[in-house]
Nanobody, 126 residues
Framework: QVQLVESGGGLVQAGRSLRLSCAAS????????MGWFRQAPGKEREFVAA??????????ADSVKGRFFISRDAATNTVYLYLQMNSLKPEDTAIYYC?????????????????WGQGTQVTIFS
């Protein structure tokens, strides 16, 4: 059974940091690119960051470049995806989703991703 489970969301003040985690199991995620997306109330889901299968290549949305950092790690049967979020702003408030796609290269569109987590809420107050 494929599972992507996010954690680490919360309510924090602007300017602070949060680290999101995602545990992916049930498939050979070690050879799959992965990404983070977010969806704010009343808005469409948008790309945040992506990483290729090896961790050697990353992509970021312009709105988070220089503040957010994506990384990945692996253990037996589970791949871990992280999103370090620094200098958080109220406009970063959203539900953040972890996703995995078929293929090894980092994609930037939601339609490329096949497996999704349930999301974790991030709320930033000023």
């Amino acid at each position: 059974q494929v599972q992507l489970v996010e954690s680490g969301g919360g309510l924090v003040q602007a300017g602070r940091s949060l680290r999101l985690s995602c545990a992916a199991s049930g498939l050979t995620f070690s050879r799959a690119a992965m990404g983070w997306f977010r969806q704010a109330p009343g808005k469409e889901r948008e790309f945040v960051a992506a990483i290729n299968w090896s961790g050697g290549s990353t992509e970021y949305a312009d709105s988070v470049k220089g503040r957010f950092f994506i990384s990945r790690d692996a253990a037996t049967n589970t791949v871990y995806l992280y999103l370090q979020m620094n200098s958080l702003k109220p406009e970063d408030t959203a539900i953040y989703y972890c996703a995995s796609k078929l293929g090894t290269w980092a994609g930037v569109t939601a339609s490329e991703y096949k497996y999704w987590g349930q999301g974790t809420q991030v709320t930033i107050f000023s």
